[in-house]
């Protein structure tokens, strides 16, 4: 086994299994970690909510699209894959 098979097998077997959250897409079900980032710089305060994980179980969706992740619907905003996971900018509607 690769360097980067045994990395990606420990991101899939030991750090995602923390991982609690269900997007639901339609009929697809996506396993993550919601968070929200806040940024803070002179007069610009914002906040974004990102779903993250595995970049390998993260479908390609287009932008719009709608998720339900614990009850509450979001709707997709842009995908900022970092190495081996995947995170989803998304909007609280």
Do not use: C
């Amino acid at each position: 086994m690769s360097f980067s098979d045994d990395l990606q097998n420990d991101l899939d077997n030991v750090f995602f299994a923390d991982f609690q959250n269900t997007a639901s897409i339609g009929e697809l079900q996506v396993v993550g970690y919601l968070s929200t980032n806040n940024h803070q710089f002179l007069d610009l305060d914002t906040h974004q909510h990102v779903f993250s994980g595995p970049l390998s179980q993260f479908p390609s969706i287009k932008r719009d699209t709608t998720l339900v992740i614990g009850g509450k619907r979001y709707v997709f905003v842009t995908a900022r894959p970092r190495g081996q996971t995947q995170n989803w900018i998304i909007e609280l509607q």
